[in-house]
């Protein structure tokens, strides 16, 4: 790995990364972290203690994008009572803005997109000559862990806890809907090999991780070489010591019996299915150009459900669509009674810069999305409520990831199905799989006793 340079003392030894989205920036930043520390550098609590500043950006909907410049104009003070402060801003933002970040916010430094993070020490080198540095071009073709799987950069960290690790298959979408940004900000479908992909499981189960999560804008489209996503999953579950395997994002269209059927032959690949709908309306989502009907989706559904009874499925959903209509909305919530999922991602229309839904006409009133949100996430909180009620008196299977936030002397974890647990009176360490007898449904979470198995 190329050495990251010396800027001042301060900024040689801290840094301080704010990460705003999705999973797959999480793991970005995990990367970053893991570069910085391999050259010594050492994590700070806050902005006001660093000698390094990166953001890792967000633009997928208007808030988190928000949020970034009202952190750097923070920032911009910050610099001015220490101009040896270096800022970095990062992710699908700085993808997607590129130089007017330069130009708008004058205390930036260095503008990098999602293909560019692998450049980190020459951008700091070019930032420590006094440069201000953009690299936003595509890596067409190649991921930007090319160099990591050529065994020149350290892995990326376990996540918060160590329990728990993330590892990335893919970059990038070629679905191309028409309220997503993803492809402009992120390209298009590439995918890394399966055996660096085993290779990253390997390193974070040595740091004593016990699940996996695998990510990508879209993973059952994976493929590398002659391997498909269902290949990969087979190696990855093989590899000795992992005890769960998850998966997140697949898109309807490529889920398949065959995929169902490994969550049944895979003993550690968990029971727990996120499939995105978006709307349960046919007219949407032909706006939305998901290539789906609402009764595929529902077939899909079925196909899970008869294969894999126990399995706990999520979804994502839009509210607020251009020219959605009342009865077009009332058709997701009929689905929602109809599938009943486990847990709902929902979030209010957002117009992205590029891409074709931002400039549909019948754009949707914010007070009509708020109003439409809230009906949505109050029905879905009920179901949740009940599936939560049916948990009581099972015996689960639970991931110990650590002590209770909230309550002394509980543990905290989760089933195979992803669900929270608080477990009573039980001393298992971190990462222990341990079995528990649920007796108590609580608002966010389940609540139950270590039993022996």
Request: with cysteine.
């Amino acid at each position: 790995m190329e050495s990251i340079p010396e800027m001042t003392e301060q900024a040689e030894k801290t840094y301080f990364i704010q990460t705003f989205g999705c999973q797959m920036n999480e793991y970005d930043s995990g990367r970053l972290k893991a570069m910085l520390e391999e050259d010594r550098w050492r994590a700070v609590d806050s902005p006001e203690q660093a000698g390094l500043v990166l953001i890792n950006t967000c633009s997928v909907r208007q808030k988190p994008e928000d949020k970034v410049f009202s952190l750097l104009g923070k920032l911009a003070q910050l610099k001015q009572a220490n101009p040896d402060l270096k800022v970095a801003v990062g992710g699908c933002v700085a993808q997607q803005e590129g130089k007017r970040i330069l130009q708008r916010a004058r205390a930036v430094d260095m503008v990098f997109g999602p293909d560019q993070w692998g450049e980190l020490p020459a951008m700091l080198r070019e930032a420590g000559q006094g440069k201000r540095v953009l690299r936003t071009a595509f890596r067409e073709g190649k991921t930007p862990w090319d160099a990591l799987d050529s065994g020149m950069t350290p892995p990326v960290l376990p996540m918060e806890g160590g329990v728990k690790g993330q590892v990335a298959i893919m970059k990038g979408c070629d679905n191309f809907c028409t309220f997503c940004i993803v492809p402009h900000t992120r390209g298009r479908e590439v995918s890394r090999t399966p055996e660096a992909v085993v290779e990253e499981t390997q390193a974070l189960l040595r740091r004593g991780v016990k699940e996996i999560l695998l990510l990508g804008q879209n993973v059952n489209s994976y493929r590398s070489g002659s391997a498909g996503f269902v290949d990969l999953l087979r190696q990855v579950a093989a590899v000795p010591g992992l005890a769960r395997l998850r998966y997140t994002s697949p898109h309807p269209n490529d889920f398949n019996r065959e995929l169902a059927m490994a969550h049944r032959e895979l003993p550690n690949l968990c029971e727990q299915v996120h499939l995105p709908i978006q709307s349960g309306s046919d007219r949407v989502l032909k706006q939305m150009r998901r290539r789906h009907t609402r009764q595929q989706f529902l077939d899909k559904v079925s196909m899970l459900r008869e294969l894999l009874p126990q399995a706990a499925l999520s979804t994502d959903v839009i509210v607020g669509f251009p020219g959605e209509t009342p009865e077009d909305f009332q058709q997701t919530m009929d689905l929602l009674d109809q599938v009943r999922f486990d847990q709902v991602y929902a979030f209010k229309f957002s117009a992205r810069v590029n891409t074709p839904a931002a400039a549909f006409p019948d754009q949707i009133e914010d007070d009509q999305k708020n109003e439409r949100l809230a009906r949505l996430l109050a029905r879905q909180n009920e179901i949740i409520a009940e599936i939560q009620d049916q948990a009581v008196g099972t015996r689960q299977e639970v991931l110990v990831e650590g002590e209770s936030l909230r309550t002394h002397g509980e543990r905290f974890g989760r089933t195979r199905a992803n669900k929270p647990v608080s477990v009573m009176n039980s001393t298992a360490a971190p990462g222990t799989l341990i079995w528990v007898d649920i007796t108590e449904s609580r608002k966010h979470s389940l609540a139950g006793r270590e039993v022996s198995p």
